[in-house]
Nanobody
Framework: QVRLVESGGGLGQAGDSLRLTCKAS????????MGWFLQAPGMEREFVAR????????YYTYTVKGRFIVSRENTENTVYLQMNNLKPEDQEIYYC???????????????WGPGTKVTVSS
């Protein structure tokens, strides 16, 4: 079973940029679409962005479109989430996961990482 580990979270100010990294423990990450989600305390995980394993096609939730960029480096078993022009409402714990469905639904993703916290000050 693959193990995914997120990193890159931290403290930023509004308008700053952060890059999150999701590293997989095996190379078959290349066969899965990858997604990023955020989760507020007591809330369901919300879709942020996803990237197809083969075409590199991407899709974003409307709140981050134009600010965040998801990318992947299959040779490094790594997926990135470049977060630009941070806003206070981006402050949450971010998770990556894999799926064999082109989906925005957290229930269709597997092998969740432990998450990385993003804090944004105004």
């Amino acid at each position: 079973q693959v193990r995914l580990v997120e990193s890159g979270g931290g403290l930023g100010q509004a308008g700053d940029s952060l890059r999150l990294t999701c590293k997989a423990s095996r190379d078959t990450i290349t066969l899965y679409d990858m997604g990023w989600f955020l989760q507020a305390p007591g809330m369901e995980r919300e879709f942020v962005a996803r990237i197809a394993w083969d075409t590199g096609n991407t899709y974003y939730t409307y709140t981050v479109k134009g600010r965040f960029i998801v990318s992947r480096e299959n040779t490094e078993n790594t997926v990135y989430l470049q977060m630009n022009n941070l806003k206070p409402e981006d402050q949450e714990i971010y998770y990556c996961a894999e799926t064999n469905q082109w989906s925005e639904h957290a229930s269709e993703y597997l092998n969740w990482g432990p998450g990385t916290k993003v804090t944004v000050s105004s």
